[in-house]
């Protein structure tokens, strides 16, 4: 029996033009929160950077803002490179090895490995995400070739080739103790798979690869239409896939504001310290934001602002429904 998935599709492209960019204009107001600093190239950011891009399934695009500036792409990341192991090994082995809840903890959490019987707990969080990125290393069989397959993997789900900015690599290589320690202290416990300082530099290099909102817009369209890419119409992961990836980024996609994303917005999202957030309505399209002011959990103020008011008046919380009246 076939799966049944999302159904439905967005308003027309004017209608979405114009609630993007009233929602755009409208979040500029907004100057609460602060730009991360623990890497110089982010604290560089213009804190009044803003940008939003819509993707529709059919390929269609509406952005508005600041959508041709670079940004590294952190911690958005993960989702991605969660698909790129499901389809090598398996959902259920993948899960099976990197666990699928949510730790309620920030998402550099040492405590979360330490009180956890599952100890990576789930892939949205550094520790699950250095343990996924390490079962690239095992299927590649060294850090080079996992590099390839998860630089490779990123650009089709982006639909062009995306390349590392090599400041901001050489920088977070310089000052990730609390990722290498997080590593060795999986690796005690067997949750790292081989090296876990070559898994650590591989996970640093994909959170240094370079993208813009247009990017990421595309590639979480991508898991919007069952994994293939709706510019190039290439089959980037199973579909299968990417059901398993959008559940595990609702529960834990937003660090420990989850619950209050899933709430307020009903999608499946993820953010990062760029001021990056991603979010995907199955079946219809994908949207990112852009703006590098976080609040204390590290995501984007107006991004999430942003968010939530589009998908109120664009229909896409997977939540609501209408009732049948007779």
């Known amino acids: 029996?076939?799966?049944?998935?999302?159904?439905?599709?967005?308003?027309?492209?004017?209608?979405?033009?114009?609630?993007?960019?009233?929602?755009?204009?409208?979040?500029?107001?907004?100057?609460?929160?602060?730009?991360?600093?623990?890497?110089?190239?982010?604290?560089?950011?213009?804190?009044d950077a803003c940008a939003v891009s819509v993707v529709s399934v059919a390929g269609r695009s509406v952005e508005v803002g600041d959508i041709g500036e670079r940004f590294s792409i952190q911690s958005v990341s993960k989702p991605f490179v969660l698909a790129l192991a499901c389809d090598a090994l398996g959902a259920d082995r993948t899960r099976d090895r990197l666990g699928a809840n949510a730790t309620g903890m920030p998402f550099n959490s040492v405590m979360a490995v330490e009180l956890n019987e599952q100890r990576t707990m789930n892939p949205m969080v550094n520790a699950g995400a250095i343990a996924a990125t390490s079962l690239l290393v095992e299927v590649g069989g060294d850090g080079d070739a996992a590099w390839r397959l998860v630089q490779a993997g990123l650009s089709r789900f982006a639909g062009r080739d995306l390349a590392v900015d090599d400041e901001v690599y050489a920088c977070e290589s310089r000052t990730n103790l609390r990722n290498h320690g997080i590593a060795h202290l999986l690796h005690s416990y067997g949750s790292v798979h081989g090296d876990p300082d070559v898994a650590t530099d591989v996970y640093t290099r994909q959170c240094s690869l370079s993208v813009d909102t247009h990017d990421l817009a595309v590639m979480a369209a991508t898991l919007a239409d069952g994994g293939v890419n709706p510019i190039t119409r290439e089959r980037v992961v199973r579909e299968s896939t990417c059901a398993k990836v959008l559940a595990v980024m609702a529960t834990a996609g937003l660090y420990e504001h989850s619950g209050d994303w899933l709430w307020d917005i009903g999608l499946p999202g993820k953010s990062g310290v760029s001021g990056a957030?991603?979010?995907?309505?199955?079946?219809?399209?994908?949207?990112?934001?852009?703006?590098?002011?976080?609040?204390?959990?590290?995501?984007?103020?107006?991004?999430?602002?942003?968010?939530?008011?589009?998908?109120?008046?664009?229909?896409?919380?997977?939540?609501?429904?209408?009732?049948?009246?007779d």
């Open 1 to 47: 029996m076939a799966a049944t998935i999302s159904t439905g599709s967005l308003p027309g492209e004017e209608t979405v033009r114009a609630l993007v960019t009233e929602a755009h204009a409208d979040s500029l107001g907004v100057h609460e929160g602060l730009v991360a600093t623990y890497i110089p190239q982010l604290a560089e950011a213009d804190p």
């Open 277 to 325: 957030i991603v979010t995907v309505s199955p079946g219809k399209g994908g949207l990112a934001t852009w703006s590098p002011r976080l609040d204390e959990a590290g995501n984007s103020v107006r991004g999430q602002m942003i968010t939530r008011r589009l998908s109120i008046e664009l229909g896409l919380n997977v939540f609501a429904s209408r009732a049948v009246v």
